[in-house]
Nanobody, 120 residues
Framework: QVQLVESGGGLVQPGGSLRLSCVASGRMISINAMGWYRQAPGKERELVAN???????YYADSLMGRFTISRDNAENTVLLQMNSLKPEDTGVYYC??????????????WGQGTLVTVSS
C-alpha cells in the first residue's frame, strides 16, 4: 500500500509563510510526479503546483511567484514553500502522486490533506 503523508499546515497571518511537506512510502517502482492541490469550502479542488520527476514544474497562474514546489533527491518527498499568504489561500492542501506500482500500471495516490488557514 502506497501512502502519502502531508504535514506543515496550520494558522498563519496574511503575509506570512508556511512550508508543506509530503512523503510517499510503500511499495512502488517509481514516482512519476508529485504535486499539490487545494480545496476551499464550497469550491472544487484546484491545482497549486506539480513537479514532474526529473522534469518541469507547473504552477497555477495566480500562485506563481509566491509558491515554490521542490523535490528531494530521492524524489519521494515534495515540499511547497508558501510565501506572502493571503486569506484566499485558505483551504485543505492535498498531496498527489502519480506512481508506478510493482503490480504493474500507473496509479494516482492522494494524501489525507493538511489544513492551511490564513487569517488575522
Amino acid at each position: 500500500q502506497v501512502q502519502l503523508v502531508e504535514s506543515g499546515g496550520g494558522l498563519v497571518q496574511p503575509g506570512g509563510s508556511l512550508r508543506l511537506s509530503c512523503v510517499a512510502s510503500g511499495r512502488m517502482i517509481s514516482i512519476n510526479a508529485m504535486g499539490w492541490y487545494r480545496q476551499a469550502p464550497g469550491k472544487e479542488r484546484e491545482l497549486v503546483a506539480n513537479s514532474i520527476s526529473g522534469g518541469p514544474t507547473y504552477y497555477a497562474d495566480s500562485l506563481m511567484g509566491r509558491f515554490t514546489i521542490s523535490r528531494d533527491n530521492a524524489e519521494n518527498t515534495v515540499l511547497l514553500q508558501m510565501n506572502s499568504l493571503k486569506p484566499e489561500d485558505t483551504g485543505v492542501y492535498y498531496c498527489r502522486a502519480g506512481i508506478h506500482m510493482y503490480a504493474g500500471g500507473f496509479r494516482e495516490v492522494w494524501g489525507q490533506g493538511t489544513l492551511v488557514t490564513v487569517s488575522s
